[in-house]
């Protein structure tokens, strides 16, 4: 069972292919250990149309990363890919932040899925 406070690391790992900023993300994601995220979610980062987040090893999200992965969203699509953990999709669905992501099951389909058409 993974529960909050263990002492499991995070692990950020950023590279783009193109376009595209491929963002993955392990561990306990908190206001402590947040640095890494926000440097790899810059959302002024140049050149990027499209950031695709590989969730699949994420144990804890708390309101401040949530807030970075959220940030690149504001101008252009951000995908969710892997196997979401149950309790990243329960945040992603109180908040209604679930509705701002795309969702892609793999990094890969991530990378060229169509995006549906952004709301005004």
Avoid at 7 to 28: F, T
Avoid at 59 to 67: E, W
Wanted: no cysteine.
């Amino acid at each position: 069972m993974d529960t909050h406070g263990s002492d499991a690391p995070n692990y950020v790992e950023a590279r783009s292919e193109g376009a595209v900023r491929i963002v993955v993300m392990a561990g306990e994601f908190d206001m402590d250990t947040s640095g890494e995220l926000r440097t790899a979610l810059d959302p002024e980062t140049a050149g990027i149309s499209r950031f695709v987040l590989d969730v699949a090893g994420v144990t804890f999200v708390d309101s401040t990363a949530l807030s970075l992965m959220l940030q690149p969203a504001l101008n252009r699509p951000v995908v969710l890919a892997g196997n979401v953990p149950h309790r990243l999709a329960r945040l992603l669905e109180i908040t209604g932040a679930d509705q701002v992501f795309a969702f892609a099951p793999t990094v890969a389909e991530g990378t060229v899925a169509p995006m549906p058409p952004r709301r005004g």
